[in-house]
């Protein structure tokens, strides 16, 4: 029961953040809670923080987003919006 409110918490916070035409493109292997979704303009990386989550787990999101910032400048890398 549990897992099913915390799935259609996490499907809220989706529809409400990125809309209703976002299509999950992949779940990471090691952790649920890192997915990946696509909307018709922009690719969005999700990390769920629960009390949970966080607890001994690294920042891998966070530092993708640092240096994907650091090699914007790059042609053909993707332009980085924000990381929240």
């Known amino acids: 029961m549990r ?6 918490g996490w499907d809220q916070f989706v529809r409400e953040s990125l ?3 976002a299509a999950l493109v992949s779940v990471s292997k090691y952790s649920s ?9 922009a690719v969005f990386k999700i990390r769920r923080l629960t009390l949970s989550s966080m607890s001994g787990r690294n ?11 650091q090699l914007s400048s790059v042609p053909g ?8």
């Open 59 to 69: 920042n891998s999101f966070e530092d993708e987003y640092l240096i994907m910032q």
């Open 77 to 84: 890398v993707p332009a980085v919006r924000s990381y929240k």
């Open 19 to 21: 809309g209703g035409n």
């Open 33 to 41: 809670d890192c997915r990946v979704y696509r909307t018709n303009d």
């Open 3 to 8: 897992y099913v409110q915390e799935q259609q």
